[in-house]
DNA sequence: GTCCATGTAGACAGATCTGTCTACCAGTCA
DNA sequence: TGACTGGTAGACAGATCTGTCTACATGGAC
């Protein structure tokens, strides 16, 4: 049977769905997004949705799932290609908040917006931050003051990305960020 | 005639309104909150919320102007009773972040929230971490590196503030920050 | 004493949201 | 062949949301 499979499938529903819920829950937020419009811009029905999700909320802890890997995937390989040491974190992070649809993190978003009322979304948030700093600390000679200096490093992280939200001023933010980097790392 | 409404004393209906939707707005989020249940929780009908804010949005960016005059008067005031130095800002932020219905920052969640529906939180937030930083700023000794100084411990401050919204260590956090602000301001 | 700002109570319109339901279709595989 | 999987189209229920409306009460200012 099916010698060729290649001239197929227009892309699983499910996967059509789930990359449709990225952009719109990342670009417009999770709550401004009704399910109506994840279906339609998906091109799938609501039976075919509710089939593969059993509510928003699924759909919700789903696209934060999807959010990390593909995060993190960004992360790990935007630091490779900037040399790899602690002095590549800077620049891969001003690539993100330079790329035309940065809208801050998906995480901190999710917290600000659904944690009260989704609590789950903070044991991801939590979970995402880990690796997070999992991938700094990879940038640092080991030691005994690895760790905790990967945790104050994640924290300068954390207030640039959110202040690369709101300020104009990229350039700022991420010569503050260099600036704590390098005193934090001194 | 000159019906001015604003020489005249503020109205008490007015000012219920406005605590009432700043806490639920801060607990809940401000999505998550319906105009009837800020007007069933500050006892007052419909008619006269809307005689004094003319939509939902109307009330969100007062609730944004009243939570910065809160907050800057109680950060201002922390700082001093901490000692009114560089030192006074981890203890004061430390106090806030404790408190039991600490919810982050009114501005960032806002930011993550309804950014995207409604751009002026955007600038509301510009003008309050300026002045956050202006607090920042006044701890410090004058001299070139003061501005700069401040907007780097403004980041870390940032940073900390969100972490305290997801981290169950908030000792962590803290001490991190405090790290943070030392090397810095070494 | 009249005007008017401020307040009350609650019905209502119109939109939108999540989630369910019926009814049908095509390909796969045991 | 017949069951299963995954898909389509779209009506519908029930809740909730913002904002408008009518109708009436009260107290101070001019």
Redesign the pocket.
Known sequence: ??ADKTA?PPR???E?ILTTAHDLFYRDGI????????IAAA?????????????????IVAYLEYRHERWMRWFTDALRRHGGSVRALVPALAEWFRSADYRGCAFINGVSEIAPALPQVVEITRRHKADMERAIAGLLPGGRRRASLARALALAVDGSIVQAQFRPDLDTVIGDLRRLVAAAAA
Chains 1, 2 share one sequence.
Do not use: C, W
């Open positions: 049977m099916h197929r699983p529903a499910r059509r709550r401004a997004t009704g399910i109506d419009a994840v091109g799938v029905t609501k039976v075919t949705f509710y089939r593969h999700f059993a509510s928003k909320n699924d759909l």
